[in-house]
T-cell receptor
């Protein structure tokens, strides 16, 4: 099956710094990538939808200036958490799919962010 | 708006017993429905999906689910639980037609007792 990777798998940073998380589709071209956030013992909440070459579409309540998403190529999307605060600590998961009509989403393994 | 409701945040079964995890959906369009499993500190693994066609869907690891439109349900079952089935399970529905994100239920934690 299709493989999606995320890097790093874990990151610890100081409050006020920025952290970049990469999401890569390894063996297919991902026209669309989705970024989800998961708090401990909770479900996944969609943060934004990212289409290659265009601006990301953010969900209501998600600060676009704080969570910068770039989908510069068909295999890479990045999420940058700017000026991180402890409340940004969470598990971030990306998924990727190809095409414009429905295609299965393939999930990355997730990135655990801890902000001190 | 599309949504899913998972009944029971925690289900506990004995090893070898039937597993039944419940999911009801609400959708204004023909639903595409999914079950995912998540092990601690890991991403999601697709167990099975229903898009069109046969309403009884077989997935990996012996799991299956039946789409029942009249009951707006998509319950997940496995005849005999194994210790390795202990994990978090999420039911999800596609938000709209086309290549759109998933809407997840709150999840059900399955414990398997030896």
């Amino acid at each position: 099956g299709a493989v999606v990777s995320q890097h790093p798998s874990r990151v610890i940073c100081k409050s006020g710094t920025s952290v970049k998380i990469e999401c890569r589709s390894l063996d297919f071209q991902a026209t669309t990538m989705f970024w989800y956030r998961q708090f401990p013992k909770q479900s996944l909440m969609l943060m934004a939808t990212s289409n290659e070459g265009s601006k990301a579409t953010y969900e209501q309540g998600v600060e676009k200036d704080k969570f910068l998403i770039n989908h510069a190529s068909l295999t890479l999307s990045t999420l940058t958490v700017t000026s991180a605060h402890p409340e940004d600590s969470s598990f971030y998961i990306c998924s990727a799919s190809e095409g414009s009509s429905y295609n299965e989403q393939f999930f990355g393994p997730g990135t655990r962010l801890t902000v001190l | 708006a599309q949504s899913v409701t998972q009944l029971g945040s925690h289900v506990s079964v004995s090893e070898g017993a039937l597993v039944l995890l419940r999911c009801n959906y609400s959708s204004s369009v023909p639903p595409y429905l999914f079950w995912y499993v998540q092990y601690p500190n890991q991403g999601l693994q697709l167990l099975l999906k229903y898009t069109t066609g046969a309403t009884l869907v077989k997935g990996i690891n012996g799991f299956e689910a039946e789409f029942k439109k009249s009951e707006t349900s998509f319950h997940l079952t496995k005849p005999s639980a194994h210790m390795s089935d202990a994990a978090e399970y999420f039911c999800a529905v596609i938000r709209n037609s086309g290549n759109t994100p998933l809407v997840f239920g709150k999840g059900t934690r399955l414990s398997v007792i030896a």
